[in-house]
């Protein structure tokens, strides 16, 4: 391949990638505007002043357009761990992959949130969201079993990953009701915290107030 052609390749690429976030934009913003089940196929086309021809050639569904925003985020999350030096202890390897994730998703919070907005509103998003992240979680679960020596179907990796995943979703949670100045970051790592030293009922009636004294810490 020679430069000229690397180079027309790349730019190619390129615009596909800004055509698929031009699309994905106005699909969450016509979600929150109209409401998911009011926004059509044509609407969000239009808005990202292209054919409804050309939306399908990147999604099969408008549904797929907030499934595929979301599920970033949980394969970000399995190829961050699966990053990790394989010398690493597996709880220093989860808990920094998860905060690389969450520092991420603090850098996309505006959409994030807007994401949340629509899931809150449509049932049926919900339940496909459920179902993707099972499959994904399943594959995180197949990468932590990696690191223990053990098989996927294994009791072990899959009670991790369902702890884990209850940190992260009761973080998210939490993190979307929009509490001033504090991150994803800061929910995600008092909850991590929270997971390696126990849970005890005072932990979990101060978890704000442990949020708020590492932000004045740092």
């Not at 934009?25 to 044509?42: H, M, P, Q, S, W």
């Not at 599920?71 to 030096?85: C, F, N, S, T, Y």
Request: some cysteine; glycine content about 8%.
């Amino acid at each position: 391949m020679t430069h000229y052609t690397s180079s027309v390749a790349g730019l190619r690429e390129r615009k596909k990638d800004r055509t698929r976030d031009e699309l994905a934009c106005a699909a969450v913003k016509l979600f929150i505007e109209r409401g998911y089940d009011n926004a059509t196929i044509e609407d969000i086309a239009a808005a990202a002043d292209v054919s409804p021809r050309t939306f399908f050639r990147y999604f099969p569904s408008k549904e797929d357009v907030a499934i595929d925003l979301l599920k970033a985020g949980i394969v970000d999350l399995r190829d961050e761990l699966q990053a990790r030096p394989p010398e690493e202890p597996l709880a220093l390897a989860l808990r920094e992959a998860t905060l690389i994730w969450a520092r991420s998703a603090d850098e996309r919070a505006v959409r994030m949130r807007e994401l949340g907005q629509v899931l809150r509103k449509s049932p049926s998003l919900r339940g496909r969201l459920e179902d993707t992240k099972r499959a994904h979680m399943h594959e995180l679960a197949g990468v932590v079993a990696a690191r223990l020596g053990v098989p996927p179907s294994d009791a072990s990796p899959q009670l991790v990953v369902s702890l884990l995943g209850a940190v992260i979703s009761g973080a998210v949670e939490r993190w979307g009701e929009g509490a001033a100045g504090v991150s994803l970051t800061d929910y995600v790592e008092a909850g991590l915290e929270m997971l390696e030293h126990g849970v005890s009922c005072a932990s979990i009636s101060k978890a704000d107030g442990a949020v708020s004294a590492r932000r004045a810490g740092r």
